[in-house]
């Protein structure tokens, strides 16, 4: 059994909730034992770093230094935002000596940082650490059938200085690993762009616009729904939907899945377990398409004349 | 008694603002042999130079010193002075008081001006040991050698061949003609690339001093300047170029089919192949990577329908030697892959090409006839988004510098699509249009004018596909915006890189290259044509990004260096060359090892005088010596001296500090 270093990030125990419940279902089923840091803070995340560069890297060092503490190699961190304060730290405690010099200080009483641990995405662990392959063998229940557009956000591959994972334009990790549990992933060209999150509350016509234009490109490339790996993501694409629709009027229908729901369904846990009543947008037309086959365009046959000139070779 | 006349140079400001110039000439005046001392503004000039000339005779100077720059910048210019006035130019010494003192020292005017006098102080004395010395004599082997057939190599080949010095131009494909054989027009006058080429190509097989080797490589280059060694593999191309007509049947038959490089992979070539109808040499030869009998051994088509038996399976490859006395390296340039910009999709979708791919599109002898076409699907685009700067001038994608020539070819672009298909559009994202050139800036303007074309200026963040569309998101800087354009087709002016194999071959030519590739100048303004290994020179994008215009001027002007090199029959040569006195010669042979020119090798001589017995000593090619002095510092007996350096000058120099 794997052991890993489990960083919930605030939004799991709040609006996300459904995202760190299917994270641990899917966990377990995979054999990986998570260990949540004790006494965990805020990662500083929107706010701390854009006002106080020290305390963007103290907030998350002193997480880093108690993730030191236990005895697991790697950490995992669902939210998407978390990750990438987290990483950052790492990246600049490790490569930037000055700097680490000054924010170990921050943390004194915590102890100091050696830059033992690992920091990564839940993506990332679910497609480096875990691997397409294991996950595969779990799969009792395909979700075949569905059609599904991976948004990964702007965080989770970029900047590519800072994750050193996957393509920060057109990345393909989710991609495989909803292709693992059965579903098709659709190409999907916006799956990096900027869903305006953080104008969410300042300016919402920003996001209504961005996160609109996503989900027009969703809808066009053929996908019953959207799957996300971030807790800001689903929100803005959920829940701001109805609004979107109205002010363009369109009708998206297109539910925004968590990819660990959609692993949990295929590692066959019931879909009542799933929390999805927590989404604005009903999942069930998406659902329904569970099953279904998919026609998939006919290659094109060998031509007469290519025909004719192996004939001519032989 | 030694009489030394000292010559402190101000170069302008250059040494003078951070060395007491005065200062130093009064310190040389002290020294016992120093009979004149004296400063100048510019030395090197005229006036300057008649100072050193009267010098010498007015106080009857036994050698000269000069302080001022490095002696790679003069030296030769104050030798000549020294000559003038009737002196052995080899008693002159140059105090390097600019490079060594007053530049690197600009912070301590007090120190720096220290410093020049002790660099005074050491040439004088080294001056006193100095002897006379005579140039040397090399025999010239009159023979050019061209690496590379495009219009560069092709240019080069013709102007020396031209002054009747013989050429062997090598050609690494089985045809000459390059990437200029690949273009449609040619800006800034729109004529027809082929018409204006195929002359020259046809000029380059039949000149009598022209020997033309297609489809080979240059393997090995030994020896120096005037007396080269090439090694030249002749790929085998299976065809009997002696008995073949080129009649074009074998190319009909053959069964196999292979993306189609000239045409940038659109269509598909043969396996026994031409480049294109108008190759010269019009011979095919047989891509054994994709030859069934090569492979296989079944098929052999093309044997069977051969009527003169040209085909030959059994041929392998061959190499051939050359003696030669200059080098032009002409290897040109690719695309750049522009697979890293994952934001616009490159590689996901087929409607994005890169400019050469358009360039065969709208090209007359082309895949498509001579009409633009989506690759998806084959329709005639009317919306074309051309991008510049597609990895150049991007140091997130590793180029930083500007490919130079594709703000005039997309110009270019737009009108000729706007030639083949009327009513369609070109949009051009551009980040500055660089139109430095006789007629450049008026094409630009024209290409706006008389087609319409759009010109965006920003770049482009995104394409994506939106039904049959491409759409381009990009900004519009000027108006302060973001844009997004429908189109057919986009065209990416990715950047212009050197040709993949120029760090092996520059390895093996001995000369150097930049990070890029590209083939480094001995110097970027004074000497932009050749390499800093003597008699090897640089043609076209070998060495940067350049249009057709400067590519031929440059290969002109290597034809005129390659000229005057063999103007005598012999050549010149400094004599600050090693000679070993086989008395005190142990025969170790060290120097053989450390010598980097291989310039070293071993003799036998009579034990002594009269006596049968050899025994072995050390011997010194004087052409290809080049005064290093690695095997004066490794002989253990002090066997070896370097003239302009021996013992007594650089001890001299050593107790003058």
Redesign the interface.
């Given at each position: 059994m794997k052991k890993v270093t489990y960083f919930p990030g605030c939004s799991a125990h709040g609006t996300s909730e459904e995202f760190d419940l299917t994270v641990k279902m899917v966990m377990k089923t995979l054999d990986v034992e998570m260990e949540e840091i004790p006494d965990w803070n805020c990662c500083g995340a929107t706010s701390a770093h854009t006002m106080n560069e020290s305390l963007a890297y103290a907030l998350p060092l002193r997480n880093l230094v108690l993730a030191e503490k236990l005895s697991n190699d790697t950490m995992t961190i669902p939210c998407a935002s978390c990750y990438q304060r987290l990483k950052a730290t790492k990246v600049h405690m490790d490569e930037d000596p000055e700097l680490a010099k000054k924010i170990n200080t921050a943390v004194v009483g915590e102890g100091s940082y050696e830059g033992r641990v690992a920091v990564k995405s839940m993506l990332q662990y679910c497609y480096e650490d875990i691997g397409l392959e294991a996950i595969r063998e779990k799969v009792t229940s395909p979700v075949s059938g569905m059609k599904l557009a991976c948004y990964y956000g702007c965080l989770l591959t970029r900047p590519k200085a800072i994750t050193r994972f996957d393509s920060p334009e057109y990345p393909m990790s989710m991609d495989k690993i909803v292709e693992a549990l059965g579903a098709k992933a659709m190409p999907f060209d916006f799956k990096t762009e900027c869903c305006g999150a953080s104008f969410s509350i300042s300016d919402t016509d920003v996001v209504l616009q961005l996160s609109g234009k996503i989900l027009e490109m969703a809808k066009e490339s053929g996908a019953h729904a959207i799957v996300v790996a971030c807790p800001l993501c689903q929100s803005n694409l959920d829940m701001r939907q109805h609004d979107i629709e109205k002010k363009y009027k369109v009708k998206y229908d297109l539910p925004v899945f968590y990819l660990t729901q959609l692993m949990a369904m295929a590692f066959g846990f019931p879909k009542e377990k799933m929390m999805f009543g927590k989404h604005i947008i009903p999942v069930d037309s998406a659902l329904a398409h569970i099953g279904e086959v998919i026609e998939e365009p006919k290659k094109p046959v060998k031509g007469k004349k290519a025909v004719q000139a192996e004939s001519e070779v032989e | 008694m030694a009489r030394v006349g000292v010559f402190v140079c101000f170069c302008g400001a250059n040494i003078a603002d951070f060395v007491d110039v005065p200062t130093v000439v009064e310190e040389a005046k002290k020294i016992r042999e120093v009979k004149f001392a004296v400063d100048y503004k510019y030395m090197c000039s005229d006036p300057g130079q008649q100072m050193i000339r009267d010098a010498i005779v007015q106080y009857r100077l036994t050698s000269i010193v000069v302080a001022a720059c490095s002696p790679r910048m003069h030296e030769k210019t104050f030798r000549k002075a020294l000559s003038d006035a009737g002196m052995n130019p080899y008693l002159l010494e140059v105090a390097n008081i600019r490079e060594h003192s007053s530049w690197v020292h600009q912070k301590d005017k007090k120190a720096a001006t220290e410093k020049a006098g002790d660099l005074v102080r050491m040439a004088v004395a080294k001056s006193i040991a100095n002897e006379q010395l005579h140039e040397i004599s090399v025999p010239v082997t009159k023979r050019a050698l061209v690496i590379g057939g495009g219009i560069a190599g092709i240019q080069a080949a013709l102007d020396i061949a031209d002054a009747h010095i013989p050429v062997t131009l090598v050609e690494r494909s089985p045809s000459i003609g390059g990437r200029m054989a690949q273009l449609d027009e040619t800006f800034p006058t729109l004529d027809c690339s082929q018409c204006i080429l195929t002359p020259k190509m046809v000029d380059v097989a039949s000149h009598p001093y022209i020997e033309l080797i297609p489809y080979s490589e240059v393997i090995e280059l030994n020896g120096y300047v005037g007396n080269y060694k090439a090694k030249i593999r002749k790929k085998a191309s299976y065809v009997n170029f002696k008995t073949c007509t080129g009649c074009g049947t074998c190319w009909q038959k053959c069964?196999?089919?292979v993306p189609n490089e000239y045409n940038m992979g659109i269509d598909k070539r043969k396996a026994i192949y031409t480049p294109f109808p108008q190759a010269v040499p019009n011979k095919p030869v047989i891509d054994a990577e994709h030859c069934?009998y090569l492979l296989k051994g079944?098929?052999g088509?093309c044997a069977k329908f051969c009527e003169k038996g040209s085909i030959d399976f059994k041929m392998q490859d061959e190499v051939i030697e050359r003696e030669i006395g200059a080098v032009v390296v002409a290897t040109g340039y690719d695309l750049w892959d522009a697979t890293p910009y994952?934001?616009y999709?490159v590689g996901?979708y087929k409607d994005i090409i890169n400019s050469l791919e358009f360039e065969r599109m709208v090209s007359a002898n082309g895949p498509t006839g001579g009409l633009p076409i989506r690759p998806s699907d084959g329709k005639v685009p009317k919306t074309v988004v051309f991008i510049k700067c597609v990895g150049s001038r991007d140091k997130a994608k590793g180029i930083e510098f500007c490919s130079k020539i594709c703000c005039m070819y997309t110009a270019k672009h737009a009108i000729l699509l706007h030639h083949k298909v009327h009513d369609s559009r070109a949009y051009i994202f551009y980040m500055d249009i660089r139109a430095a050139g006789k007629g450049y800036e008026e094409f630009v303007n024209r290409a706006q004018v008389e087609t319409g074309a759009v010109y965006l200026r920003g770049r482009v963040s995104?394409i994506?596909?939106?039904?049959e569309k491409l759409m381009v998101r990009g900004e519009d800087g000027q108006l302060g915006r973001e844009v997004e354009v429908e189109a057919d087709l986009v065209v990416l002016a990715t950047a212009i890189i050197p040709y993949k194999t120029n760090p092996a071959l520059a390895q093996l030519l001995g000369i150097s290259y930049d990070k890029y590739g590209y083939l480094s100048e001995a110097h970027p303004k004074l000497r932009p044509v050749e390499t800093a290994k003597a008699g090897i020179f640089l043609a076209g994008c070998t060495q940067a990004p350049k249009d057709i215009p400067d590519t031929v001027a440059q290969a002109s002007a290597c034809a005129a260096k390659v000229c005057g090199l063999f103007a005598g029959d012999t050549m010149k040569k400094d004599p600050m060359i090693s000679t070993v006195n086989n008395e005190f010669c142990s025969g170790c042979q060290n120097c053989v090892q450390v010598c980097p020119y291989q310039a070293i090798v071993t003799e036998e001589i009579p034990l002594g005088h009269g006596a049968r017995e050899m025994r072995t000593v050390a011997k010194i090619n004087e052409g290809v010596c080049q005064g290093c002095g690695s095997c004066v510092a490794v002989c253990r007996s002090m066997a070896i001296n370097l003239a302009g350096f021996t013992d007594p000058q650089i001890i001299n120099e050593i107790v003058a500090i």
């Open positions: - | 069964p196999v089919k069934t079944k098929c088509i994952e934001e999709g996901r995104k994506y596909q939106k039904g």
